[in-house]
């Protein structure tokens, strides 16, 4: 039993050394002060201003993306595998959401800058042809709102990748049963549907929380790090410059990475409950 | 008076495929009536017309009089039981059992007393707060069955319940859904391919093939005489001869060389080829009654299979091998290989396809 | 039997043929929502790619900016610098995983939670935190690969590998799922094959399928990579977007479509190699 351990050593050696040591060299630094003494004062310091904002900043834009797009992306999802409409739209949305989900950073603010920047091509026809000035009555894509609309690109097809099994697994019988039974499709949805597709739809935006909490290139090819959030604090951190203080930037990743943890183990428990639904 | 009457009922889907072709059949309040037939035979798509899941293209559908062809399945008040069982996950058996009537708007206390009898009438007493995955096949079936009949529908619809089940299982809880309907002469619809499960459950079965009505009877009609090759192709097992006709109005026949003497006249001019359907119960060994046909052979096989054994007989020129069974003699010398013997059966218990002649109303 | 016998035995076993089933049955639903979301959807997706074309023939003459960009060695070098880059992190990745998974199947199932927890890690570390954290760890004694531009690469494949790391185990072992690796590492053993014939002879091409994904799915990644390229200052294709965004006008719409139109390749691929297979869920993850 010992030496066949041998077997999976390269695997823990290398997750050890790229993953494991990086990860504790931080959490180490975050419990140290620039002289290298024990303090807790870098998480504490965390709730100052600049800090305590970007966290907020950040879990808001990600609350909002991932309710949005968990909604969103569920919709459209259900119309084309079990809504009735011909299989070559639900092949051509599933590829299209394979790849819109990883399309981000510069491509993807430059594309919306130039839909609905402030020259984009919407903008322009919205004032043009139906006379409404959007920037004259205040929006601006470099906003919160702006950087919401940009993630939803990603966000809305990354729901309807991951959602798309939990919808499989919806058995066509289970809506048969219930209309024989009685049921009227509000029933249905109200009885049956839904309650047995939440686990993955609280799971699926759990999931997507996380991906919108952990995006960087995206924010800060829109904004240039004008939108205040925690993982462009942490980039100016690297660049040098912000906060000046190395060990708060180890806190400041730590806190990222405790909220990422509390997310993955709650998507766990929830794909876990919904896995028993399928038997 | 019919109760569940279906008159002209055909299903063609779009690109032209028909998968039911002019079903009509009149059922009696309490009968149950099975329909039987390999997959793909359309009566599976026959039973969702009546349950609405699929809208007959001509066609009517009436229960109790009532024309419900043009009715939405939550509207009809027929119960049907799943293959799959189609149990639903997120709720008790309790709550399954008794969700008909909660979407019916009756109150708490009548879902319960309901529920509480229909768990005793399925023999799962107390079991009520229970999930479906803490369950056993068999037992999921049966809440579905209570699920099905908690709202007193007129008329129960069952698609194939004890395929996926396993074998055990089957022979038990088709006895035990027998005994409910009985109980509660409840009108039944049963889809099945299993012949065996038709013909011991049914008053009357629907042999379909190919989308059409081959045949319906009692389960002694169907299988004592079938009216068409299909049907006695299907229900029970067959040997079967090939025979030249000799003279086609008084029945005499070639079989391998041999001359035998169909009751009745043969269907098919003479000179031209037919077979011969024996069912395996009607053949023995040896000369039988002096009226019986006799045919010689050689013995091709023996197999010893216990309490049964099986003489598998070679007839002389290309009629063929007929399986003749006897049950086990220790008294008795098995024939050898390659020995010559004689079978026989009675005349009027065969069947000649290829050229169809009618059998002789049994006599009793 | 003769001729005639066999007719009429083929006449009574004729098996029934069907012709092709409709896939869907029941009766038919109401499609208008449906329809409704799906032009919303697509509406939405599409708008942006249509901005993005319309600016990039902008330039004068009309597609000039294309012609720039297509003709800008850069563009060209960065893109084959990721596809290296990608193309190594691909290999380290199977030559590190497809033996552990194997051999966790195998020899250790009891570990297959601690295996499968840490490939799940990937997700709790953002590339911005796993880079600042292999920055502190290796811009100094024992290691300094930050030091120089090979050590810097050895580090940005490992960060790949990485952030691959869930995609790629899952490919993998979903792929070990379906052969009986038991039953086939006997047989090698008794035919006398070692260890490395066996992983290398009969594993691995039996999992072609699933690596294929997963190294479509990393090559995707790796290409679309900005965060971690960027602060360890790598010559990779995302930070050369970045860098012409800030001094070009038209010229980064132009490389913007292109850089989506590979993407979109490598998922095409993607799609139709795993044609067949269940896990299609949790291709995404933007940065």
């Given at each position: 039993m010992r030496w066949s351990l041998l077997g999976v050593f390269p695997f823990f050696a290398f997750a050890t050394m790229f993953l494991v040591i990086p990860t504790s060299y931080l959490v180490v630094g975050s419990f140290r002060d620039r002289a290298g003494n024990f303090t807790v004062q870098n998480y504490l310091n965390l709730s100052r201003p600049l800090t305590a904002n970007a966290y907020v900043t950040s879990i808001e834009i990600s609350l909002v993306t991932a309710i949005l797009g968990g909604i969103l992306g569920f919709l459209l999802a259900y119309a084309v595998i079990a809504g009735g409409l011909p299989t070559p739209f639900r092949t051509g949305i599933m590829t299209f959401s394979g790849v819109a989900s990883n399309f981000a950073g510069v491509p993807l603010a430059l594309a919306f800058v130039f839909t609905i920047g402030r020259t984009g091509f919407i903008t322009v026809f919205l004032n043009t042809v139906l006379g409404v000035d959007v920037y004259g009555s205040g929006f601006t894509i470099y906003s919160k709102l702006g950087l919401e609309i940009v993630y939803l690109y990603f966000q809305l097809p990354l729901m309807v990748l991951i959602i798309a099994p939990a919808i499989d697994g919806l058995k066509k019988e289970w809506r048969e049963a219930s209309e024989n039974a009685g049921a009227s499709t509000f029933q249905y949805w109200r009885l049956i549907a839904l309650p047995i597709l939440m686990p993955s739809l609280l799971g699926s935006m759990i999931l997507l929380f996380g991906n919108a909490f952990g995006a960087q290139a995206t924010a800060f090819a829109l904004t240039g790090g004008f939108i205040n959030l925690v993982t462009i604090l942490i980039g100016g951190q690297l660049s040098g410059d912000v906060l000046g203080d190395q060990n708060l930037g180890y806190a400041l990743a730590m806190g990222m990475v405790a909220i990422m943890a509390v997310t993955i183990l709650a998507y766990s428990w929830l794909a876990r409950r919904a896995e028993r639904w399928q038997r | 008076m019919s109760y569940l009457t279906l008159t002209g009922v055909k299903k063609q889907f779009p690109g032209g495929f028909v998968a039911v072709a002019d079903f009509n059949l009149a059922m009696e309040k309490g009968e149950f009536v099975s329909f039987l037939g390999p997959s793909g035979c359309g009566k599976t798509t026959t039973l969702r017309m009546i349950a609405g899941f699929d809208q007959p293209t001509t066609g009517r559908v009436l229960i109790d009089g009532t024309d419900i062809t043009d009715r939405p399945p939550?509207?009809?008040?027929?119960?049907?039981?799943?293959?799959?069982?189609?149990?639903?996950?997120?709720?008790?058996?309790?709550?399954?059992?008794?969700?008909?009537?909660?979407?019916?708007?009756?109150?708490?206390?009548?879902?319960?007393?309901?529920?509480?009898?229909?768990?005793?009438?399925?023999?799962?007493?107390?079991?009520?707060?229970?999930?479906?995955?803490?369950?056993?096949?068999?037992?999921?079936?049966?809440?579905?069955?209570?699920?099905?009949?908690?709202?007193?529908?007129?008329?129960?619809?069952?698609?194939?319940?004890?395929?996926?089940?396993?074998?055990?299982?089957?022979?038990?809880?088709?006895?035990?859904?027998?005994?409910?309907?009985?109980?509660?002469?409840?009108?039944?619809?049963?889809?099945?391919?299993?012949?065996?499960?038709?013909?011991?459950?049914?008053?009357?079965?629907?042999?379909?093939?190919?989308?059409?009505?081959?045949?319906?009877?009692?389960?002694?009609?169907?299988?004592?005489?079938?009216?068409?090759?299909?049907?006695?192709?299907?229900?029970?097992?067959?040997?079967?001869?090939?025979?030249?006709?000799?003279?086609?109005?008084?029945?005499?026949?070639?079989?391998?060389?041999?001359?035998?003497?169909?009751?009745?006249?043969?269907?098919?001019?003479?000179?031209?080829?037919?077979?011969?359907?024996?069912?395996?119960?009607?053949?023995?060994?040896?000369?039988?009654?002096?009226?019986?046909?006799?045919?010689?052979?050689?013995?091709?096989?023996?197999?010893?299979?216990?309490?049964?054994?099986?003489?598998?007989?070679?007839?002389?020129?290309?009629?063929?091998?007929?399986?003749?069974?006897?049950?086990?003699?220790?008294?008795?010398?098995?024939?050898?290989?390659?020995?010559?013997?004689?079978?026989?059966?009675?005349?009027?218990?065969?069947?000649?396809?290829?050229?169809?002649?009618?059998?002789?109303?049994?006599?009793? | 039997m003769t001729g005639q016998t066999d007719r009429l035995q083929a006449e009574l076993d004729r098996p029934t043929s069907w012709p092709d089933r409709p896939?869907?049955?029941?009766?038919?639903?109401?499609?208008?929502?449906?329809?409704?979301?799906?032009?919303?959807?697509?509406?939405?997706?599409?708008?942006?790619?249509?901005?993005?074309?319309?600016?990039?023939?902008?330039?004068?003459?009309?597609?000039?900016?294309?012609?720039?960009?297509?003709?800008?060695?850069?563009?060209?070098?960065?893109?084959?610098?990721?596809?290296?880059?990608?193309?190594?992190?691909?290999?380290?990745?199977?030559?590190?995983?497809?033996?552990?998974?194997?051999?966790?199947?195998?020899?250790?199932?009891?570990?297959?939670?601690?295996?499968?927890?840490?490939?799940?890690?990937?997700?709790?570390?953002?590339?911005?935190?796993?880079?600042?954290?292999?920055?502190?760890?290796?811009?100094?004694?024992?290691?300094?690969?930050?030091?120089?531009?090979?050590?810097?690469?050895?580090?940005?494949?490992?960060?790949?590998?990485?952030?691959?790391?869930?995609?790629?185990?899952?490919?993998?072992?979903?792929?070990?799922?379906?052969?009986?690796?038991?039953?086939?590492?006997?047989?090698?053993?008794?035919?006398?094959?070692?260890?490395?014939?066996?992983?290398?002879?009969?594993?691995?091409?039996?999992?072609?399928?699933?690596?294929?994904?997963?190294?479509?799915?990393?090559?995707?990644?790796?290409?679309?990579?900005?965060?971690?390229?960027?602060?360890?200052?790598?010559?990779?294709?995302?930070?050369?977007?970045?860098?012409?965004?800030?001094?070009?006008?038209?010229?980064?719409?132009?490389?913007?479509?292109?850089?989506?139109?590979?993407?979109?390749?490598?998922?095409?691929?993607?799609?139709?190699?795993?044609?067949?297979s269940q896990d299609k869920s949790e291709i995404g993850g933007a940065h």
């Open positions: - | 939550n509207r009809r008040n027929v119960g049907m039981v799943f293959q799959a069982y189609a149990l639903f996950p997120n709720m008790t058996v309790a709550a399954n059992i008794g969700f008909g009537l909660k979407v019916r708007g009756a109150d708490k206390a009548s879902i319960a007393r309901r529920t509480t009898e229909l768990l005793e009438l399925i023999g799962l007493p107390g079991k009520g707060n229970r999930y479906p995955w803490q369950m056993s096949g068999g037992q999921q079936q049966r809440v579905a069955l209570a699920r099905a009949l908690a709202f007193e529908p007129q008329v129960l619809l069952l698609d194939e319940p004890l395929s996926a089940l396993d074998a055990k299982i089957r022979v038990s809880l088709r006895a035990e859904i027998r005994a409910i309907q009985r109980k509660l002469g409840i009108t039944t619809v049963y889809v099945t391919h299993d012949q065996e499960e038709a013909l011991s459950l049914s008053d009357r079965i629907v042999v379909m093939s190919e989308g059409r009505i081959e045949q319906i009877g009692t389960p002694f009609e169907i299988y004592n005489f079938p009216r068409t090759p299909f049907v006695a192709r299907f229900v029970g097992t067959l040997n079967v001869l090939s025979a030249r006709v000799i003279d086609a109005t008084t029945g005499r026949l070639d079989v391998g060389g041999q001359e035998m003497r169909a009751t009745g006249a043969v269907g098919a001019a003479a000179g031209s080829a037919v077979s011969l359907a024996l069912r395996p119960e009607i053949l023995a060994m040896g000369d039988g009654e002096p009226d019986h046909v006799r045919l010689r052979g050689t013995v091709d096989e023996v197999t010893f299979l216990g309490a049964v054994v099986r003489i598998r007989v070679r007839l002389p020129g290309d009629a063929g091998v007929a399986s003749v069974d006897t049950f086990n003699n220790p008294h008795l010398a098995v024939p050898a290989r390659d020995s010559a013997v004689t079978f026989s059966f009675p005349a009027e218990a065969c069947l000649v396809l290829g050229g169809w002649c009618q059998t002789r109303v049994l006599s009793g | 896939a869907r049955r029941g009766a038919p639903r109401k499609t208008v929502a449906s329809w409704l979301f799906l032009l919303l959807g697509v509406v939405y997706f599409a708008l942006p790619l249509v901005g993005t074309l319309i600016f990039s023939l902008r330039a004068k003459p009309m597609l000039s900016a294309w012609t720039d960009m297509l003709n800008d060695p850069q563009v060209w070098s960065t893109l084959g610098y990721s596809f290296v880059i990608g193309l190594i992190t691909i290999i380290v990745s199977i030559v590190l995983l497809v033996p552990t998974a194997f051999w966790v199947r195998l020899r250790l199932p009891r570990l297959r939670p601690i295996v499968e927890f840490v490939t799940l890690l990937p997700f709790v570390v953002p590339p911005i935190v796993l880079v600042f954290g292999l920055i502190t760890t290796f811009s100094r004694p024992p290691l300094p690969l930050t030091g120089t531009n090979l050590g810097s690469d050895v580090l940005l494949v490992c960060a790949y590998v990485i952030l691959s790391l869930p995609y790629m185990y899952r490919a993998v072992d979903a792929g070990l799922r379906t052969i009986d690796i038991r039953t086939l590492t006997e047989a090698c053993q008794s035919l006398g094959a070692g260890w490395f014939t066996i992983l290398w002879r009969v594993i691995l091409p039996n999992l072609r399928v699933s690596i294929l994904s997963g190294a479509f799915l990393t090559l995707a990644i790796v290409v679309g990579e900005f965060t971690i390229a960027n602060f360890l200052a790598r010559p990779m294709f995302a930070t050369y977007l970045q860098l012409i965004y800030g001094n070009l006008a038209y010229q980064p719409a132009a490389v913007a479509l292109i850089s989506f139109g590979i993407t979109w390749g490598a998922m095409g691929v993607i799609a139709l190699i795993g044609r067949g």
